[in-house]
């Protein structure tokens, strides 16, 4: 692949410094935060200047930040110094399953001080070995989407997908597909205004910004004929979560017959998006941009950060390998 | 924060100032307003009316109706409309969301008169700001319709000519016959 997005990989581990690509300055600055302990890695989370794949990157990293940060630990010191970097990234953000990821974490620091083993060696071999799978394997997803865009393409998405949408638009480009992309703004932190239109505009698509409430329109009157979307969360049954105004597009995509496909982590850990717990987020981010009141008078405000969608409104899931 | 919203109305658009009167009458209290984007004209124009009859609403931004009608918030949706006939209403884009929302979460939709006519088209750097404030920078390509065709079948109730019928309604049903209005859009 020719190019790659900053928000493909937007955080890197150098020395004991984590850099955090600050997805709330995009597309003005691509300046990377310096994340220096565990606070640090909970407030990129919690403070959204990082977000979707990055934070999973933010959390992984974390471990070896702290490993490398305190290099004096013990197998059994380790073991606790995990446990707590673990609760502490599992309770920055209510929706995300980040216990599915630092379970596993502590499993392996688990396994190997049982077994006798070097727990900061097995750990940091294990975490890097899982960063370089799922980067293949995310790789492999963009040439699947990739391959579900048709030459004549008209496709809607939604907030950002970390970078993949946009490296899969550079496949048909080469491919000499004739694509059209619509991207949502994206309220209230403008990810598809600020990330996805850029970062299409970036690898040479043709993309048009369209407000959020402008969907009905594209799909009644046949501007769009695909969906695509990303997910911050997986259920057995199919059903997911994903960032706010996913519902919305779920419902008019079926009631205007356009398909709708998803790209999904398949996760056993949920039966249904009834058990998702959706984070409902301070209504100042809503009711203030840049600092700045929207309203003149009283109000109250509202900002749910999630929708979750039935399976039964997905056409197809473009799914990474998780085995 | 007003987490624990419930059975609410949902308005959208500029409303004449008589609907908020008779929203008084009713006794009607949970009021949703969507910001409407780009201008955000019409979600001002109901805060102002609102705190005249002593109602403070709860602001959502347009893509949070959605978990509205999923959670079974929402009870009834107002849209204001510029224009009526038999076969549907003109109204302010986003109308058309809301509408089959609650088409599909079996809620009734009505509408009332607009405030003022609005034009088709707005231009791609409406969307460069927001509340007066720079979101993105440089020559952008967008298409920013303003209004938005709801056929009947979405509509509770249609009141012949209660909306200005500021443009010709036929001409106005088809985003394509906007554009072709408006010329382009980038």
């Known amino acids: 692949m020719k190019k790659e997005s900053p928000l493909f990989w937007p955080a890197y581990l150098k020395g004991d410094i984590l850099f955090v690509l600050d997805e709330t300055l995009v597309p003005k600055q691509l300046k990377y935060v310096k994340v220096r302990n565990i606070d640090e890695a909970v407030a990129v989370i919690c403070e959204m200047k990082t977000r979707a794949f990055g934070q999973f990157l933010v959390v992984l990293s974390t471990f070896l930040l702290e490993f490398n940060r305190q290099p004096q630990l013990n197998g059994e010191e380790l073991l606790e110094k995990i446990r707590n970097v673990a609760h502490a990234l599992n309770h920055s953000r209510p929706t995300f399953p980040f216990s599915e990821v630092t379970s596993v974490v502590v499993h392996w620091a688990h396994g190997a001080l049982d077994a006798g083993q070097d727990v900061r060696a097995i750990v940091i071999k294990n975490v890097n070995g899982y960063l370089q799978g799922i980067r293949h394997r995310r790789l492999d997803r963009v040439a699947k989407i990739a391959a579900n865009i048709k030459d004549g393409d008209s496709v809607l998405t939604h907030c950002n997908v970390s970078g993949e949408l946009a490296m899969a638009a550079a496949i048909c480009r080469e491919q000499k597909k004739d694509v059209q992309f619509y991207c949502t703004e994206t309220r209230p932190y403008f990810q598809g205004a600020k990330l996805t239109y850029w970062e299409l505009k970036q690898m040479g698509a043709d993309v048009t910004l369209v407000a959020d409430n402008a969907i009905a329109t594209l799909m009644a009157d046949k501007m769009v004929n695909k969906v695509i979307v990303g997910s911050d969360r997986n259920c057995?049954?199919?059903?997911?979560?994903?960032?706010?105004?996913?519902?919305?597009?779920?419902?008019?995509?079926?009631?205007?017959?356009?398909?709708?496909?998803?790209?999904?982590?398949?996760?056993?850990?949920?039966?249904?998006?009834?058990?998702?717990?959706?984070?409902?987020?301070?209504?100042?981010?809503?009711?203030?941009?840049?600092?700045?009141?929207?309203?003149?008078?009283k109000v109250k405000g509202l900002y749910p950060g999630f929708d979750v969608v039935p399976h039964h409104y997905v056409r197809k899931e473009i799914a990474i390998d998780v085995h | 924060m007003s987490t624990e919203i419930k059975n609410v109305t949902l308005i959208y658009g500029a409303f004449k100032e008589d609907f908020f009167t008779a929203l008084k009458k009713c006794q009607v209290k949970d009021i949703v307003v969507l910001e409407g984007r780009p201008t955000l004209e019409s979600s001002r124009h109901a805060v102002l009316n609102l705190k005249k009859i002593g109602i403070i609403p709860t602001i959502i931004a347009d893509n949070m109706a959605g978990y509205l009608f999923s959670k079974g918030l929402v009870k009834e949706t107002w849209l204001a409309s510029q224009a009526e006939d038999k076969a549907g209403a003109m109204c302010e884009i986003g109308a058309l969301i809301l509408a089959v929302l609650a088409k599909n979460h079996q809620i009734p939709v009505f509408t009332y008169a607009a405030e003022k006519k609005r034009k088709p088209l707005g231009k791609p750097a409406d969307l460069q700001k927001f509340n007066g404030q720079s979101v993105v920078t440089g020559k952008i390509k967008a298409f920013v319709p303003l209004i938005e065709w709801v056929p009947a079948k979405y509509l509770r109730s249609l009141r012949k000519n209660a909306g200005r019928k500021a443009i010709s309604p036929r001409l106005l049903r088809r985003p394509n016959e906007l554009l072709a209005i408006g010329g382009a859009n980038e």
């Open chain 1, 236 to 297: 057995a049954n199919g059903d997911f979560a994903n960032k706010i105004g996913t519902y919305q597009i779920a419902v008019l995509a079926n009631e205007f017959k356009v398909p709708m496909l998803v790209l999904t982590q398949p996760s056993q850990k949920i039966k249904s998006g009834a058990d998702i717990p959706v984070e409902i987020r301070d209504e100042s981010e809503l009711l203030q941009f840049n600092g700045r009141k929207v309203f003149s008078s």
